[in-house]
């Protein structure tokens, strides 16, 4: 499966961006999405995971009421809406695929995307 991230950019605090991830290359119902983040000097982590439905999401808790993760399957699409932006959301942000279960461990994950670099400015 290849993972294809866009919609990064550059957004002022409060803003928001929409990022998408779209696959191709095999059966994308069958996979787990995850979104991950890397911020200059940190390590990456878990920002938003869906399973293969859409039917329950897990999002971090710094994020909860801020982002949205959903995913369309008849588009081979996973999304992360980005609301009320934050500076400290600045970051490449990766999509993710896994054969079995939401996880927010990144050893868990088959296939990455390239990422999509956001940058919130204060």
């Known amino acids: 499966v290849q993972l294809q991230a866009s919609g990064g950019g550059l957004a002022q605090a409060g803003g928001s961006l929409r990022l998408s991830c779209a696959a191709s290359g095999g059966t994308f119902s069958i996979y787990a999405m995850g979104w991950f983040r890397q911020a200059p000097g940190k390590e990456r982590e878990f920002v938003a995971g869906?399973?293969?439905?859409?039917?329950?999401?897990d999002l971090i808790d710094s994020v909860k009421g801020r982002f949205t993760v959903s995913r369309d399957n008849a588009k081979n699409t996973v999304y992360l809406q980005m609301n009320s932006l934050k500076p400290e959301d600045t970051g490449v942000y990766y999509c993710a695929a896994n054969r079995l279960i939401v996880s927010r461990v990144g050893i868990d994950y088959d296939y990455w995307g390239q990422g999509t670099q956001v940058t919130v400015s204060s």
């Open positions: 869906i399973t293969r439905s859409g039917d329950k999401t």
